[in-house]
């Protein structure tokens, strides 16, 4: 685990890169889709967090809603803004719908959200060391799904931000939010889009210094924290800002947080 090819990002915590052996699982090949999550609302009457709130975090260059439901930016990340209305099944804002996007990620789930979605569906969320050996892809040290190339060499493997970050997406990957989870081509495990279009959330609690004290054997996180792990990165990774569309790139949000760009796929129990 960890990064091999000096791209890490030091506060994340990718190193020291380390050897780590786990039992073998069955991980789900795509996140988790609208269609899939209906099913479990439908079912069980659950609430988001997002809805239970009133609101949520949207692009701002994907917000559909009216004029009084945006809430304004996020301190220090003024790309994003609160929007009332905006939940798993309003993904821009009140004015949008996920009608017609039955086959994209899951968006605005907490990952209290994932666990009920799993305790419901009698899966689990992924460790952080299962989710980077099933990213991999059986391709060892490579820095992406399929190896060492880059996500832009010769057709796009990877649905990130094209463009200038924030201000211009030029959709060049042909998406400007989520895409459909089968989208591009699986990795060697048959994954779909570990990397790029949603972040994933993991079991573990963060701590970027974990790797330096991690058991070798099927390691669980540390046992106590204020965030979660996020894996993979999402559409909004770009080169000059976020470069977490890697194989061993970390990242974090407390569990009750909810966003336009954070989805999960589950494990079996």
């Known amino acids: 685990m960890g990064d091999s090819s000096g791209d890490e990002n030091r506060g994340d915590g990718e190193t020291p890169l380390h050897r780590v052996e786990i039992e073998a699982f069955d991980i789900d090949a795509t996140t988790v889709t609208n269609d899939d999550f209906a099913r479990f609302v439908a079912e069980t009457r659950y609430e988001t967090e997002a809805e239970t709130w009133g609101f949520s975090a949207v692009f701002h260059l994907a917000v559909s809603a009216p004029e009084e439901d945006i ?14 209305g905006a ?10 719908s996920v009608e017609g996007r039955g086959d994209h990620p899951v968006v605005h789930v907490s990952w209290n959200d994932a666990l009920a979605y799993c305790d419901w569906a009698g899966r689990r969320l992924p460790t952080e060391a299962e989710w980077e050996y099933a990213a991999r892809g059986g391709i060892a040290d490579a820095k992406y799904p399929w190896g060492d190339q880059e996500v832009d060499d010769g057709g796009w493997r990877a649905n990130i931000f094209q463009g200038e970050f924030p201000r211009r997406n030029t959709g060049e990957d042909g998406w400007l939010t989520t895409a459909p989870v ?15 279009n949603v972040w994933e959330w993991c079991a573990d609690w963060f701590d970027p210094r974990y790797y330096a004290t991690s058991p070798v054997k099927d390691p669980q996180g ?45 494990v079996a129990l």
């Not at 809430?71 to 009332?84: D, Q, S």
């Open 71 to 84: 809430m304004g930016p996020a301190a220090g990340t003024p790309w994003w803004l609160g929007v009332r």
């Open 87 to 96: 939940d798993w099944a309003h993904p821009d804002g009140r004015n949008s």
């Open 182 to 196: 089968r989208t591009f081509e699986p990795n060697g495990y048959g994954l779909w889009q570990p990397v790029g």
């Open 222 to 266: 540390p046992p106590r924290g204020a965030a979660r792990v996020l894996r993979g990165g999402s559409y909004l990774c770009h080169i000059s800002y976020c470069n977490r569309y890697r194989n061993s790139a970390r990242s974090s949000n407390t569990p009750d947080s909810s966003m336009g760009n954070a989805g999960f796929r589950t």
